[in-house]
């Protein structure tokens, strides 16, 4: 029995393990990826006290300072949470079955799909969400990148050090992305972007070769990258019928607790820190559960 279990190993809940484990509360923190989406980051400079370094840099020292305060680390994936009187049960697609006084839900955003033709067939064979995961496998080739935002501008940077060629699309007049990273892009003569511009479908034999547009123009390209944002994925608590916003994001109070007694959230799924969705605000919200549950945990003693 846990007084607590995280689920999700990210920038929310390693920093709330650290800190129930500084509280003296027996917990683990369950993940499927330690480290979290940050992880697969390929620069972060907007970190205090980190000027700049690589997401799995930061991401490790998150989870070497949650194991060493006292946390459980367990690499898996949680398939159902049930509550029966005051315990929760949470179940892992590996087959283990854990119990717990508190559960914090701390866990990332899926990615946004663009929803077109295509999409979905090469999933894996030159469509990816992650250039950071996959850059590699595009090294000197031709690449596009949907998405005009942070995380759409630094992966194209990335992108740009190992492929021969990267189109930005971005569906607006102009970038939504600090001037830092903006600025950056001139930099790179093998960049080009288009503005005022969508994909209508992917089309390939084997493999992706060419992107059709909204305007009927056709762009060849080897590989695509999407990255138009994310949306919360809490399905395993549904069970639980936590408050939600029309959005999706778990309605939270200032304490990071749910409608539900025992239930916590903390990080890119709720509707706490005005949905600012940083590293930064994801740790702070993660440990001020855990602070939240050990005063819980001392009023009931």
């Not at 697969?40 to 700049?52: A, I, Q």
């Not at 304490?255 to 949905?275: C, E, F, H, M």
Request: net charge negative; with cysteine; proline share 2%.
């Amino acid at each position: 029995m846990y007084d607590l279990i995280i689920i999700g190993a990210g920038s929310a809940g390693l920093p709330a393990g650290m800190y129930a484990s500084r509280y003296k509360l027996k917990n683990c923190i369950i993940g499927a990826m330690p480290g979290g989406a940050l992880a697969t980051s390929h620069k972060v400079e907007n970190y205090p006290g980190t000027l700049s370094a690589t997401g799995r840099e930061i991401m490790d020292t998150f989870t070497e300072h949650a194991v060493s305060a006292g946390s459980e680390l367990i690499q898996d994936e949680v398939k159902e949470v049930t509550k029966d009187g005051n315990i929760f049960t949470v179940k892992t697609f590996s087959g283990k079955t854990l119990e717990s006084k508190y559960v914090l839900l701390a866990i990332g955003n899926k990615y946004r799909h663009l929803g077109v033709n295509g999409e979905e067939k090469f999933l894996g064979a030159g469509v990816s969400y992650c250039a950071t995961c996959d850059g590699m496998f595009f090294r000197n080739r031709v690449v596009a990148l949907v998405g005009g935002g942070n995380t759409a501008i630094t992966e194209a940077l990335y992108l740009a050090e190992i492929c021969k060629e990267v189109h930005i699309i971005v569906r607006g007049k102009e970038f939504r992305a600090e001037t830092v990273w903006i600025d950056q892009i001139a930099k790179h003569s093998n960049i080009q972007v288009h503005f005022e511009t969508s994909v209508a479908s992917i089309e390939g034999g084997f493999s992706v070769e060419k992107l059709v547009m909204t305007d009927g123009s056709e762009l060849a390209v080897d590989g695509i990258f999407v990255a138009i944002g994310n949306e919360p994925d809490t399905s395993i608590v549904d069970g639980l019928n936590p408050e939600k916003d029309s959005a999706g994001y778990i309605v939270v109070d200032k304490r990071q607790q749910t409608n539900v007694p025992g239930l916590y959230a903390a990080g890119d799924i709720t509707t706490a820190s005005n949905k600012f969705q940083q590293t930064i605000m994801s740790a702070a919200e993660g440990c001020l559960a855990a602070h939240s549950i050990h005063e819980d945990i001392l009023k009931s003693s």
